[in-house]
């Protein structure tokens, strides 16, 4: 099975993992780039609502797992932060080793009805961000990890890039209920995933 596109302007990752389009020497926003991710999600069936049987909520392969390539950068004079999939850039905000970028879009649902106009996903991408040497530690497993920073250098800029070459943590989409013309079934759920990104390049 394969992810479907869905149609709107601002698109989380679920949206776009599918989309893998080609293109070359992209360009990311702020002055410092973090590195680019192939990540794999794998529904966390403890933490999901939704019905996963549902084509609106699952949109993973057989095997139970999405996959998509994202990339971290910065400003570090402005202090903010990007999170870009498929060419479009989404707000992160960076604290320590954590990264996070939350999204909200409109989102058409079957089991809203065909005559509902706004129902919406809300996205969040959760990550701690490892070294290196920090990875080497966990043997680049995010099942390795329970939660802690493992001992070794922190990621940090270097004369050869960013020091950061493994990313774990989650993706949560909330579908929320439209109010015009909408009966979503049900009303509000979750869809869970546990995510790990190796860096790319």
Same mark, same amino acid.
Do not use: W
């Given at each position: !099975?394969?992810?479907?596109?869905?149609?709107?302007?601002?698109?989380? %990752? =679920?949206?776009? #993992? #599918? =989309?893998?389009?080609?293109?070359?020497?992209? %360009?990311?926003?702020?002055?410092? %780039?973090?590195?680019?991710?192939?990540? /794999?999600?794998? *529904?966390?069936?403890?933490? $999901?609502?939704?019905?996963?049987?549902?084509?609106?909520?699952?949109? !993973?392969?057989?095997?139970?797992? &999405?996959?998509? /390539?994202?990339? &971290?950068?910065?400003?570090?004079?402005?202090?903010?932060?990007?999170? $870009?999939?498929?060419?479009?850039?989404r707000p992160a905000?960076? +604290?320590?080793?954590?990264?996070?970028?939350?999204?909200?879009?409109?989102?058409?649902?079957?089991?809203?009805?065909?005559?509902?106009?706004?129902?919406?996903?809300?996205?969040? *991408?959760?990550?701690?961000?490892?070294? +290196?040497?920090?990875?080497?530690?966990?043997?680049? +497993?995010?099942?390795?990890?329970?939660?802690?920073?493992?001992?070794?250098? %922190?990621?940090?800029?270097? /004369?050869?890039?960013?020091?950061?070459?493994? =990313?774990?943590?989650?993706?949560?989409?909330?579908?929320?209920?439209?109010?015009?013309?909408?009966?979503?079934?049900?009303? $509000?759920?979750?869809?869970?995933?546990?995510?790990?990104? /190796?860096?790319?390049?």
């Amino acid at each position: !099975m394969h992810l479907k596109r869905l149609s709107f302007i601002v698109l989380p %990752v =679920a949206a776009v #993992a #599918a =989309a893998m389009a080609c293109y070359s020497d992209p %360009v990311y926003p702020g002055d410092q %780039v973090l590195g680019t991710f192939r990540f /794999e999600a794998r *529904l966390d069936a403890a933490r $999901t609502t939704c019905d996963a049987s549902v084509p609106d909520f699952a949109q !993973m392969d057989d095997a139970g797992v &999405f996959r998509f /390539e994202g990339t &971290f950068s910065r400003d570090t004079d402005a202090g903010t932060g990007f999170f $870009t999939v498929q060419q479009f850039n989404r707000p992160a905000t960076y +604290d320590g080793q954590q990264a996070s970028s939350t999204l909200k879009a409109t989102a058409p649902r079957a089991t809203c009805g065909t005559g509902c106009e706004d129902s919406q996903i809300e996205e969040t *991408l959760k990550v701690t961000l490892f070294s +290196d040497s920090q990875a080497r530690t966990l043997s680049r +497993d995010c099942r390795q990890s329970d939660g802690g920073i493992p001992d070794g250098s %922190v990621p940090g800029p270097t /004369e050869n890039g960013y020091d950061v070459s493994l =990313a774990c943590g989650s993706l949560t989409d909330v579908f929320l209920p439209g109010t015009r013309n909408c009966n979503c079934q049900p009303s $509000t759920c979750t869809t869970a995933y546990i995510i790990q990104g /190796e860096r790319r390049d």
